[in-house]
């Protein structure tokens, strides 16, 4: 038997498995029970990922299709025209990095901002703790990724054998942490923007506007190290840019890796993500009687 | 008994003005409009202004309370908006309630819908197991009922099928199994009994039974009267988001049934042939308990007319039952059934007594004639109407669908064996 309940009073003689009330408190956040619904978090990934490319003739070389033609546009646009600065590393790679690493916080904030309004009619039908949506949407995100930056430490290797000056090195030990870290990220910002889109669905477009514009304001197609001194601070206030770069200097030797830099943005992680939760937790009580 | 789900003052509203306009910039529209004491722009002409204001509400229920005793099961009758399903979406925890609570014991399971979370390019073995975790199933207590599940639905041959294959009744039958096989203390169906073929139906009748006889509790919102009183002992009827009765299930089920007639718009009516002095004062149907506008498939009903005639005679009167595309159904005739054609009193009743009724749910019309020596002296079209609702008409918990029977006929089937090899 499981126990589910809000606030068992100890005035109750009697005991109660679970009671149904009006709000509950803010910061009773259920995550124990979120790990008995691990199950259904799995079972999510795998349909995600097998509707991802049923039907499709290409089926799952679309992960690859899809930042393969990112990266060749970014280096024919930005390395090709714009001849921006690519802190000596070839461009291909500099923009694969950026792009792979990109791609999956974005797509992690995307998805789970849609949590709420997509899957309405699942949630107005059965419980079941809502935050395993979006945390599923994380681990299928998850796959996508991990087969993109295998694809990407394919061409690594390319260029290695064919004398690029690249040079990994011990930071890639972190790499672990930085993918949490954007994970956090991107759940935290989904969350809040799906606990608000039940209200306002204006922020839906907000949102594909908004992220793009973001990418530009981190270093993807641009190093660090270029940016002037003045704008400098915009940039690093971007809890992003640290987790960036750290991944081209762990992979590829070039870029600026702080420590301090690198505990701000875990830091903002942790608050996004508290937050998120706290507002989700509140939205989804009563989300269904707003949508 | 104990008591295993406790309701308790429980409310719930819906407050209009909050759901605001759904976008942003409208929602601003409307501030900027009222800060400047000028009416909601975006309010529809003779609808009520609901604007952004704050305190309009709608009570969906309000201060409900009831007990249910373990292993007991209770149905909640009530009509469209009278919060049945609000208080559906409270209990399943899809929703939060206002005020007031709910205190459970065990694992409650509900059903507001079958194959919630169907995804139609998985197959029908992926989604067994997706469905079972969304219903609170984990992965091992689905592999270890996966063959019960399976063969309930009959759908081996194509479990591994994507499910958008399937026909809607295959679909229905594997959702439904799986729903079946969740193992709660307290189950909570909302009419998912009006899904698949007639022999499914029965077999999910039969597997609610058995889970009531197991000693769990369930929570069964019908709008099928026959199914409410075949399998809950006690029953709810809300009305306007107030219980207005509760109680043994005929009792609230014949309270439901009378308060809905009594609420239904008098239609009117179309007189013609009236002779002075020779006819019908009135004409209803009525139940047991008294004057009706509905009745249940299998059950009795009784058709009663007053009439006034000059003096005592000898007159005929016919009586028929329309359906919804007025076709004639039934014709009860004097001058048909009746054995002895004798003088009556000049003033008077007349009951006919059908036993039996049947007739599968919808609204019938009854069309009433009066004739003295072949000649009309009194016909009314739409002189009453009855409401049928759909009834355990053969005594199997069925519900005959109404496509394939315009009557319903008794009947028996008898089975010879042929030993003849």
């Given amino acids: 038997m499981t126990s589910t309940s809000d606030s068992v009073s100890n005035l109750e003689p009697e005991h109660w498995d679970m009671i149904i009330g009006p709000q509950r408190s803010l910061f009773d956040l259920r995550l124990g029970e979120l790990w008995r619904y691990r199950d259904l978090v799995m079972l999510f990934v795998r349909r995600d990922f097998v509707a991802f490319y049923k039907q499709t003739i290409l089926g799952p070389l679309w992960y690859l299709i899809q930042p393969l033609l990112t990266t060749i546009t970014f280096t024919i646009i930005f390395g090709n025209f714009a001849n921006l600065p690519t802190d000596g590393l070839p461009d291909f790679l500099f923009y694969m990095s950026g792009t792979v690493i990109w791609t999956y916080f974005a797509s992690c904030l995307t998805k789970t901002s849609e949590t709420f309004v997509s899957n309405a009619n699942i949630f107005g039908k059965v419980y079941f703790p809502r935050l395993a949506v979006p945390v599923s949407v994380l681990f299928s995100n998850l796959i996508a990724f991990s087969i993109q930056f295998a694809f990407f430490l394919v061409f690594m290797a390319y260029f290695a054998v064919t004398g690029a000056d690249i040079q990994p090195n011990a930071w890639i030990l972190l790499t672990p942490v930085l993918i949490f870290m954007m994970a956090g990220l991107g759940l935290g910002f989904g969350i809040i923007i799906s606990s608000l889109t039940t209200k306002y669905r204006d922020l839906r477009f907000l949102v594909t506007f908004g992220v793009s514009l973001l990418m530009y304001a981190t270093p993807v197609i641009y190093p660090i190290s270029s940016v002037p001194e003045q704008f400098r601070w915009l940039i690093l206030a971007n809890p992003m840019t640290s987790i960036v770069e750290a991944f081209r200097n762990a992979f590829l030797g070039a870029g600026s890796v702080e420590v301090g830099q690198l505990a701000y943005s875990f830091g903002f992680m942790l608050v996004v993500v508290f937050l998120g939760a706290v507002i989700f937790n509140r939205v989804e009580q009563t989300f269904m009687d707003t949508v | ?421």
Wanted: aromatic fraction near 8%; charged fraction near 25%.
């Fill in chain 2, 1 to 421: 008994m104990t008591t295993v789900i406790s309701v308790e003052h429980l409310s719930k509203s819906y407050r209009l003005g909050q759901i605001g306009t759904g976008t942003f910039a409208y929602d601003l529209n409307v501030w900027w409009a009222r800060m400047r004491g000028k009416p909601n722009p975006l309010a529809r002409i003779g609808e009520a202004d609901h604007g952004n204001r704050v305190g309009e509400e709608v009570w969906a229920l309000k201060d409900i309370s009831f007990k249910v005793n373990q292993g007991e099961v209770l149905g909640i009758i009530g009509r469209n908006g009278a919060g049945k399903s609000t208080l559906l979406k409270i209990l399943s925890r899809v929703t939060a309630p206002t005020s007031g609570e709910i205190k459970v014991k065990g694992r409650v399971a509900s059903l507001l819908e079958v194959g919630t979370g169907f995804h139609p390019d998985l197959t029908g073995r992926e989604n067994v197991f997706l469905n079972g975790a969304i219903l609170g199933m984990t992965r091992a207590e689905v592999a270890r009922k996966f063959d019960e599940i399976v063969d309930f639905a009959g759908v081996e041959k194509f479990i591994d099928t994507p499910v958008k294959r399937y026909s809607s009744g295959m679909y229905v039958r594997l959702a439904f199994a799986v729903a079946a096989h969740l193992d709660p203390e307290i189950l909570v169906v909302d009419e998912v009994l009006a899904v698949g073929d007639a022999e499914f139906q029965k077999k999910c009748l039969g597997k609610m039974g058995d889970v009531a006889h197991e000693g769990r509790t369930v929570l069964l919102v019908s709008h099928n009267m026959g199914v409410i009183r075949n399998l809950c002992a006690q029953a709810v009827v809300l009305e306007q988001g107030h219980i207005s009765a509760v109680g043994p299930a005929d009792d609230a089920v014949s309270s439901y049934l009378s308060r809905l007639a009594s609420t239904v718009n008098p239609e009117e009516k179309f007189r013609t042939h009236r002779d002075t002095g020779k006819g019908f004062r009135d004409i209803w149907f009525e139940n047991s308990s008294g004057r009706t506008t509905s009745a249940i498939c299998g059950e009795e009903i009784d058709i009663c007319f007053s009439y006034d005639m000059p003096e005592r005679m000898v007159f005929d009167w016919g009586l028929t039952l329309y359906n919804h595309i007025d076709e004639a159904v039934a014709h009860f005739g004097s001058q048909f059934s009746r054995r002895m054609r004798t003088a009556l009193p000049k003033r008077g009743t007349i009951l006919c007594h059908i036993p039996r009724l049947p007739l599968p749910d919808g609204r019938y019309r009854l069309n009433a004639v009066m004739q003295v020596t072949g000649k009309n002296v009194d016909h009314i079209i739409g002189a009453a109407y009855l409401d049928v609702h759909p009834g355990n008409f053969f005594g199997t918990g069925q519900i005959p669908p109404p496509a394939s029977n315009k009557v319903l006929v008794d009947h028996e089937w008898q089975v010879q064996e042929e030993t003849r090899e």
